[in-house]
């Protein structure tokens, strides 16, 4: 790893400060993805700026809303009573992910902001167009196994690997910044972005904006929520496929319904098209069935990854059958 | 990951090299202010690399153990690295040193943490408990001699960082059943498969109630 100079912020306004237009200075909270990220000299910052002092760890039920501070870990939130009880598809997609060891340094804000797991992203032998912007994409034609089906591009096929993510998807969540020019709210399916021609680019956060907080609506998904995660060992792996699925039911009959999925492209994939198919539907393994075919509808295999497809449409029908059951 | 003879690609090599020598050569300057025969001892002893280093460190106060050190650590030093290379304390193991295989767990402050994955200069003041911490005198942690009667190994090497993984998991109120403690202890990875023991030492040290 190469050496660099390290600095702590005592506010958000004196760590965007510090920051500079230069993409060598960087923020650290957990540095779970970020020290790895450095060792594989993958990235090399000159200078970190360690954000862990800002007063950003509560998590606040506000009237409509809970608010979630960026530093907040995510076993801290996965294992918080209230969020289990008011938003139980977050704590079971946060305890989904990692290890606990991993999960106890790892932040919320810092979950967002991971990088891919795409191997050829990791190889600085390989080419990589997130990497390295025009150096080409090893993934397509090469191993791709772990690899997007929905919206990749000629540049890019690589998928965001968080959980936490897809569950924030379906629940609309919002994410406030902070930056040189004051603080604004991005709604999180806007928050991380498709590759097309700049993969470099994860997500929308502009130049040394720095994310504060989450909030969350309240809503009525507390009891009928799964977050399946299908894997190649049953934890501590990264998701082959996931989806994240919330039923608001009466009577049989869905009322309301979420559903958003992880491991299939760049960005948490919402299915809104399915979820408007669900809605005022009785509960059926049938009509379980025709969501998981909807949703896939669209979808492309690249060679090692075809499986996605079956895979994906038969999670999906099983994630909303165990919703319902619960 | 510390030492100075990592092979580093071309271009953060030459990034390093040209603000390490920048430093040097302001060292020089300095030098140059002496006498002649100052500026030769100066070149012997070395002193412009001895220089370079201190500028390029920054201080540490940290409790290992029970015990307070007060170092300067390159920022890059990884909490694993400040462990076993600086403090002498290789209980603790490198095994992946990429957040993959939970060898080098430890607590810090209470918490289990992965050290590999830590810069040891975002631990300033915080309390560390590695497996050389665990004992009282000669008498072994629980955790420890509850692996050694249900033979939880083979060749040993991860377990200073399951038996950290295992008392944080008792601790932290995830070992009420065997599914459970699994799951919890996932991210500490067992290349010969004792895990079957593992469970079998974990779930007997919880069902002992002993304070961990």
């Known amino acids: 790893m190469k050496n660099f100079q390290i600095i702590k912020a005592l506010s958000s306004s004196s760590a965007v400060a510090s920051s500079t237009k230069d993409s060598s200075v960087m923020f650290i909270a957990g540095g779970t993805n970020l020290v790895d ?160 021609n700049s993969p470099e680019k994860d997500n929308t956060l502009e130049n040394r904006e720095l994310i504060t907080h989450l909030e969350i609506p309240d809503h009525n998904f507390t009891k009928n929520v799964h977050y399946l995660k299908v894997r190649d060992r049953s934890s501590y792996a990264f998701a082959l496929v996931s989806v994240a699925v919330a039923l608001d039911l ?77 | 990951m510390a030492s100075k003879k990592i092979n580093q690609n071309k271009e953060t090599s030459e990034d390093s090299n040209s603000r390490r020598d920048f430093i040097k050569k302001s060292g020089l300057f300095t030098a140059l202010a002496f006498a002649p025969p100052t500026l030769v001892m100066a070149s012997e002893k070395k002193w412009d690399e001895k220089i370079a280093e201190y500028l390029e460190t920054v201080p540490l106060s940290i409790e290992v153990n029970g015990k307070k050190h007060v170092l300067n650590i390159e920022p890059r030093t990884t909490l694993l690295d400040l462990l076993r290379e600086q403090l002498q304390l290789t209980g603790t193991k490198k095994g992946c040193d990429h957040g993959q295989c939970g060898a080098c767990t430890v607590h810090v402050n209470g918490t289990r943490i992965l050290s590999c994955l830590s810069l040891a200069s975002m631990q300033q003041n915080a309390q560390v408990t590695t497996i050389e911490g665990l004992t009282k005198g000669k008498k072994l942690h629980p955790m420890q001699e509850a692996f050694i009667k249900h033979d939880g190994f083979q060749c040993g090497y991860c377990t200073p960082g399951q038996i950290m993984s295992g008392i944080a998991c008792i601790k932290e109120g995830h070992a009420n059943s065997r599914e459970e403690i699994k799951e919890y202890m996932s991210g500490n990875i067992c290349r010969c498969g004792a895990y079957h023991n593992i469970v079998d030492a974990i779930t007997e040290v919880k069902e002992g109630g002993k304070e961990l």
């Open chain 1, 250 to 326: 009466k009577n049989n009959t869905i009322q309301d319904v979420r559903l958003a999925m992880g491991g299939v492209a760049h960005k948490p994939w919402r299915l809104t098209e399915t979820e408007e198919f669900l809605k005022g539907k009785t509960v059926s393994e049938e009509t379980f069935r025709q969501a998981g075919n909807l949703s896939m509808k669209g979808a492309r295999g690249y060679g090692d990854n075809d499986f996605k497809l079956i895979l994906g449409t038969n999670a999906i029908t099983e994630a909303l059958t165990i919703a319902a059951s619960k």
């Open chain 1, 37 to 196: 990220l450095m060792k594989k000299n993958v990235v090399a910052p000159d200078k970190l700026i360690d954000i862990n002092s800002l007063d950003l760890k509560k998590i606040e039920f506000l009237k409509g809303k809970t608010a979630i501070g960026a530093l907040a870990k995510n076993s801290q939130v996965a294992e918080d009573s209230s969020i289990k009880e008011k938003h139980p598809l977050l704590a079971l997609a946060l305890a989904a992910g990692a290890s606990q060891q991993i999960r106890h340094m790892a932040t919320v804000g810092g979950n967002m902001l991971q990088r891919t797991r795409c191997s050829y992203f990791y190889n600085t032998d390989m080419p990589c167009n997130k990497r390295v912007p025009k150096s080409g994409c090893g993934a397509i034609g090469g191993v791709n196994r772990m690899h997007a089906v929905f919206g990749a591009s000629d540049s890019c096929i690589a998928v965001h690997p968080s959980d936490m993510c897809v569950a924030l998807a379906a629940l609309d969540a919002t994410v406030l910044v902070e930056g040189p020019k004051g603080k604004r709210q991005i709604n999180f399916t806007d928050f991380h972005r498709l590759p097309g």
